[in-house]
């Protein structure tokens, strides 16, 4: 996704760098009306005059390099976010992998070790907020290369409509056919009948297929409740739809920024409408969602994976970049930006994001007690409020260190920028930057790893030793396929 970074002094953007690839011109800067060339030396550039496998050979040498080698001028820690997003999900999956594989016939086993272990493998079985996370951060970069792109043209709509949807199509198509692929290859080149949660080769039919390749796998009522081939490209599908939306919600904030803010607030209203008629109407509030349960299949079908139940979350990462966009422009709310910042708030703000995180977003409702209506309640507004709170992380990550006192940090500012140079560690870089290929290919080497593995539902240090192994395999494979597939297509945009 791209990358954009404010100046500290200004409040203004500069954009040097998309999804790691180098502009191979030159990496422009605006300071105060003055603009600056920053050259970029372009490894495989001098490899131009010599042969046809040295030339091939640099251009492997440069995606290799630029998973491990960050440019400055990235947001630093939006690639601590990705990155620990993407492990969360693959914890996730590699728990359902464990049961579903030691288990078979036996698919309340699922939920039976998620009550059973109420420690710290009750936040790992509610990965599936990593997707929340992975729909906040696109929203937010998404709109930030939007508002440049679409800025330079104004009032065209087309011609920068066009340039975004086809740079976003590079991004995103060639890793995912590559995907589809391979996972229609390894589906039916391998039993998987010992795997009960997922029929691989139900997903990866010609209607799997086809529709994961045309974005509309969301759509697609599979074997799982979630169609299309691999298994997790409902999220690709969602995220290409969004950027139909969000393009047009770009284009009308250029224009006028008033009629913007309005008209996104009004695509995140009616998708919490829409996700709060679904649920009422096919009475989730009464019947459980949890993987395997009785609810499952339709509650993933109907409401988790379409994009217009999910648009909320979205939305909110158009609006927390617009916010740190504007505010600078607008002048600071002293008052607000203190109140934003102080301890107590990030203290709540910090005790909601972690509990959330505890609970998750789907509640076990067959219990004594139950309230449906509070229920209800918490199926609607669930993935909305986690969003908000990783917003609003998002948003004092990038406002800290632009406007607060050097000489006296406050508390809270202390404590974010903190925070921030965490998520900044270069150790986590090299994972957001191969994560979309690890997202999409984690099924395969998970599957193959584990198949062999039982679960123990009592030691969480074996959980986390077969989790780090599978883990390490992964990250080789979405190596491999970003220095091939990914980054060479990325520099075509």
């Known amino acids: 996704m791209s990358s954009e970074k404010l100046l500290p002094a200004q409040g203004s953007y500069y954009r040097t760098i998309s999804d790691g690839v180098v502009d191979k011109a030159a990496a ?17 550039a001098d490899a131009g005059t010599q042969g046809c496998c040295a030339r091939v050979g640099a251009r492997l040498y440069t995606s290799a390099r630029s998973v ?15 990155a620990l997003a993407m492990l969360w999900v693959v914890a996730f999956h590699v728990t359902i992998a464990l049961l579903g594989l030691a288990q078979p016939g036996d698919i309340d086993a699922f939920n039976r070790f998620k009550n059973k272990t109420m420690g710290p493998m009750r936040l790992v079985m509610n990965g599936e907020l990593g997707v929340s996370i992975f729909f906040v951060l696109s929203g937010y970069l998404i709109c930030v290369t939007a508002v440049s792109l679409f800025s330079k043209q104004q009032p065209a709509l087309i011609a920068p409509f066009r340039t975004f949807l086809w740079r976003r199509f590079l991004r995103i198509w060639p890793t995912l056919a590559v995907a589809v692929v391979a996972h229609s290859v390894w589906a039916y080149a391998i039993d998987h009948s010992d795997f009960v ?21 969301n ?4 074997p799982a409740g979630i169609g299309g081939c691999p298994v997790v490209a409902w999220s690709t599908a969602v995220e290409m739809q969004f950027y139909l939306i969000s393009a047009l919600l770009v284009w009308v904030y250029v224009r006028n920024r008033v009629q913007g803010y309005a008209a996104i607030g009004a695509v995140a209203l009616v998708s919490l409408c829409i996700r709060a008629a679904l649920i009422y109407g096919y009475h989730f509030e009464t019947r459980s969602a949890y993987l395997g349960s009785e609810g499952d299949l339709d509650y993933h079908f109907i409401v988790y994976q379409r994009f217009y139940t999910r648009a909320n979350e979205y939305c909110i990462g158009l609006l927390v970049a617009l916010f740190v966009r504007d505010w600078p422009r607008n002048g600071i709310n002293e008052t607000v930006y203190r109140t934003l910042t102080s301890p107590a708030t990030m203290l709540f703000a910090a005790a909601a994001t972690c509990g959330l995180s505890y609970i998750g977003t789907l509640v076990e409702i067959d219990v004594p007690g139950s309230n449906s209506v509070m229920t209800g309640l918490f199926l609607v507004f669930s993935h909305f409020v986690f969003a908000a709170l990783v917003a609003y992380w998002l948003w004092v990550f990038a406002m800290v260190p632009t406007v607060s006192t050097i000489d006296a940090p406050s508390l809270g500012e202390r404590v974010a920028m903190r925070l921030r140079s965490v998520l900044s560690a270069r150790v986590l870089y090299p994972i957001s930057t191969v994560s979309y290929s690890a997202y999409l290919f984690q099924f395969i080497p998970l599957y193959e790893v584990l198949r062999t593995a039982t679960p123990v539902e009592d030691n969480f240090g074996y959980f986390v030793g077969v989790y780090l192994y599978a883990t390490a395999v992964l990250l080789v494979l979405a190596f491999i396929v970003y220095v091939l597939v990914e980054h060479p297509f990325m520099n075509l945009r």
């Open 28 to 44: 422009r800067a605006t300071s105060n009306g003055v603009s600056i060339t920053i050259p970029i030396k372009d490894p495989a």
């Open 68 to 82: 491990f080698v960050r440019d400055k001028a990235r947001m630093e820690h939006m690639d601590g976010v990705r």
């Open 197 to 217: 949660l997922v029929n691989f080769r139900d997903q990866c039919s010609v209607t799997g297929i086809i529709s994961s390749l045309l974005f509309f796998n």
């Open 219 to 222: 759509f697609f009522n599979g």
